[in-house]
């Protein structure tokens, strides 16, 4: 186990959300009709405390009805409140000696009326009237309000810095919109794949005997290919007009460098009974659940390369949107699981 729990979370006027108070657990699960707030719930905890934060702007500031734009007064807040825990996941009263999330958050761990360690972190938008412009801040809080309603009595802890990108980096919230695709994700240097694919922790002296092995290969293709050695020997012509050694012009059918091998990876599924094919030719169902295995795997091997307890990884998982009748319309909107 990690060693913290995110308890609830507070939000204040962000995007629909005039007013919204959520206890978490180990899964939660929020069901809703369309346009009722679910993505807007989560794109404000991915705000608050999601790897690769989002930016909350203006636009993001909830608007009455009657309203065409929000007053200046008015401020975006998205409160969390994180709790220790044992080994079996359970919340305990206090952080315990050596533990690395008192390290990293420091004076930001309070407690509460009944002496229990909590760590209460609001992320909060409004207008900086010098600036001009509206500004962003985290700060860990003192307290955390038993009652929601007076939950801005609650202010920052005193002579502490505001929260730094790397006191929240290992709470790790990771959303996996309803768009989720692992033949997208292959593509792409962002995603959990490229991010691990990338460090692949082989030696300098392993690389360096691929390489050359991918280079004699290519040049095998080349050689055995009448197509490959036709082209080849037209592009050769680029020496006459190019400051280069016409051997120097080589087509290169595999990567030549072993940073470059992600690009052209792919995974391979045969059902039962059923040929082989790339997971790009496999149905979308299969697709988004290939992305959230690939989150699985990212996030098992960054537990690894962690020491214990220096991180708390959550999944915040949104389902495809459906368009039934208003009568018959049930549907699990997303999952959170830490």
């Given at each position: 186990m990690s060693g913290i729990f995110i308890k609830e979370v507070r939000i204040r006027h962000f995007r629909c959300l005039r007013s919204v108070d959520v206890e978490l657990d180990q899964l939660t699960i929020i069901i809703g009709q369309n346009n009722s707030g679910k993505t807007s719930f989560l794109t404000a905890l991915f705000?608050?405390?999601?790897?690769?934060?989002?930016?909350?702007?203006?636009?993001?500031i909830f608007l009455h009805k009657s309203e065409v734009s929000a007053p200046k007064s008015r401020e975006v807040a998205i409160d969390i409140?994180?709790?220790?825990?044992?080994?079996q996941g359970r919340i305990t009263a206090v952080f315990p000696q050596g533990s690395?999330?008192?390290?990293?958050?420091?004076?930001?761990?309070?407690q509460d009326e009944d002496d229990r360690?909590?760590?209460?972190?609001?992320?909060?938008?409004?207008?900086?009237?010098?600036?001009?412009?509206?500004?962003?801040?985290?700060?860990?809080?003192?307290?955390?309000?038993a009652d929601s309603s007076k939950w801005?009595?609650?202010?920052?802890?005193?002579?502490?810095?505001p929260v730094s990108a790397q006191q929240i980096e290992p709470l790790a919230l990771y959303l996996l919109d309803a768009k989720r695709d692992i033949a997208e994700d292959l593509r792409t240097r962002s995603s959990f794949w490229s991010k691990m694919v990338e460090e692949h922790g082989l030696t300098p002296a392993d690389v360096q005997r691929i390489e050359e092995e991918l280079s004699d290969i290519n040049k095998d293709i080349v050689k055995g290919s009448d197509v490959f050695t036709?082209?080849?020997?037209?592009?050769?012509?680029?020496?006459?007009?190019?400051?280069?050694?016409?051997?120097?012009?080589?087509?290169?059918?595999?990567?030549?460098?072993?940073?470059d091998l992600s690009r052209g990876m792919d995974v391979v599924l045969s059902t039962r009974g059923a040929p082989p094919f790339?997971?790009?030719?496999?149905?979308?169902?299969?697709?988004?659940?290939?992305?959230?295995?690939t989150f699985w795997a990212f996030t098992t091997w960054r537990q690894k390369q962690s020491s214990p307890g220096a991180i708390h990884?959550?999944?915040?998982?949104?389902?495809?949107?459906?368009?039934?009748?208003?009568?018959?319309?049930?549907?699990?909107a997303w999952t959170a699981h830490h």
């Amino acid at each position: 186990m990690s060693g913290i729990f995110i308890k609830e979370v507070r939000i204040r006027h962000f995007r629909c959300l005039r007013s919204v108070d959520v206890e978490l657990d180990q899964l939660t699960i929020i069901i809703g009709q369309n346009n009722s707030g679910k993505t807007s719930f989560l794109t404000a905890l991915f705000a608050a405390i999601g790897a690769g934060q989002r930016v909350i702007s203006n636009d993001d500031i909830f608007l009455h009805k009657s309203e065409v734009s929000a007053p200046k007064s008015r401020e975006v807040a998205i409160d969390i409140l994180i709790r220790p825990t044992d080994d079996q996941g359970r919340i305990t009263a206090v952080f315990p000696q050596g533990s690395a999330w008192l390290e990293l958050w420091g004076l930001g761990v309070v407690q509460d009326e009944d002496d229990r360690d909590l760590v209460a972190v609001r992320t909060l938008l409004k207008w900086n009237a010098i600036k001009g412009e509206y500004a962003l801040e985290r700060r860990f809080l003192k307290d955390w309000q038993a009652d929601s309603s007076k939950w801005e009595d609650s202010k920052p802890v005193e002579r502490v810095a505001p929260v730094s990108a790397q006191q929240i980096e290992p709470l790790a919230l990771y959303l996996l919109d309803a768009k989720r695709d692992i033949a997208e994700d292959l593509r792409t240097r962002s995603s959990f794949w490229s991010k691990m694919v990338e460090e692949h922790g082989l030696t300098p002296a392993d690389v360096q005997r691929i390489e050359e092995e991918l280079s004699d290969i290519n040049k095998d293709i080349v050689k055995g290919s009448d197509v490959f050695t036709h082209i080849q020997s037209h592009l050769r012509d680029f020496h006459e007009t190019l400051s280069c050694d016409e051997e120097s012009i080589a087509i290169t059918p595999l990567a030549r460098h072993l940073r470059d091998l992600s690009r052209g990876m792919d995974v391979v599924l045969s059902t039962r009974g059923a040929p082989p094919f790339p997971l790009h030719q496999q149905g979308m169902g299969t697709r988004s659940l290939g992305t959230f295995f690939t989150f699985w795997a990212f996030t098992t091997w960054r537990q690894k390369q962690s020491s214990p307890g220096a991180i708390h990884p959550v999944m915040a998982l949104e389902e495809p949107e459906t368009h039934l009748h208003p009568q018959a319309d049930q549907k699990d909107a997303w999952t959170a699981h830490h």
